[in-house]
C-alpha cells in the first residue's frame, strides 16, 4: 500500500523555522517525484518545491526560493521541507504527493498519491 504521512508542522512565529518530513511506503523511492503543496484557507493548491530525480531538478515557487529547501534520506525513504524566514503568509496545510512522470512536474493533477497534510501556521 503506497503511504506518504507528513510531519512535523505546527505554530511558529514570523521569522522562524519549521522542517516538514513526508515518510514514504509501499513504493520505490527511487523511481517516483516527490512534490510539497499547500493550500491555505480559500486558495487553491500551489506547488511549494517539486524535485525529479531522473533531472537532478527541484523547482520552487518564487515565493519561497531563498527561505525553503528540499531534501531527501534515500535510506530512510523521506523527504524534508526546510522552512526558513517563515511568513504569515505561508501558514497552509502541507502536502507532500508522489508523481510518476520523471519530469518535474508542479500541477497537482499529475500526482497520484498524497499524504493527509500537516497543518503550519505563522503568526505575525
Known amino acids: 500500500e503506497v503511504q506518504l504521512v507528513e510531519s512535523g508542522g505546527g505554530l511558529v512565529q514570523a521569522g522562524g523555522s519549521l522542517t516538514l518530513s513526508c515518510a514514504t511506503s509501499?513504493?520505490?523511492?527511487?523511481?517516483?517525484?516527490i512534490g510539497w503543496f499547500r493550500q491555505a484557507p480559500g486558495k487553491e493548491r500551489e506547488a511549494v518545491s517539486c524535485w525529479s530525480k531522473s533531472e537532478g531538478i527541484t523547482y520552487y515557487a518564487d515565493s519561497v526560493k531563498g527561505r525553503f529547501t528540499m531534501s531527501s534520506d534515500n535510506n530512510k525513504n523521506t523527504v524534508y521541507l526546510q522552512m526558513n524566514s517563515l511568513k504569515p503568509e505561508d501558514t497552509a496545510v502541507y502536502y507532500c504527493?508522489?508523481?510518476?512522470?520523471?519530469?518535474?512536474?508542479?500541477?497537482?493533477?499529475?500526482?497520484?498519491?498524497w499524504g493527509q497534510g500537516t497543518q503550519v501556521t505563522v503568526s505575525a
Open positions: 509501499g513504493f520505490t523511492f527511487d523511481d517516483y517525484g
Open positions: 504527493a508522489r508523481t510518476s512522470y520523471t519530469i518535474v512536474v508542479i500541477t497537482a493533477e499529475f500526482y497520484d498519491y
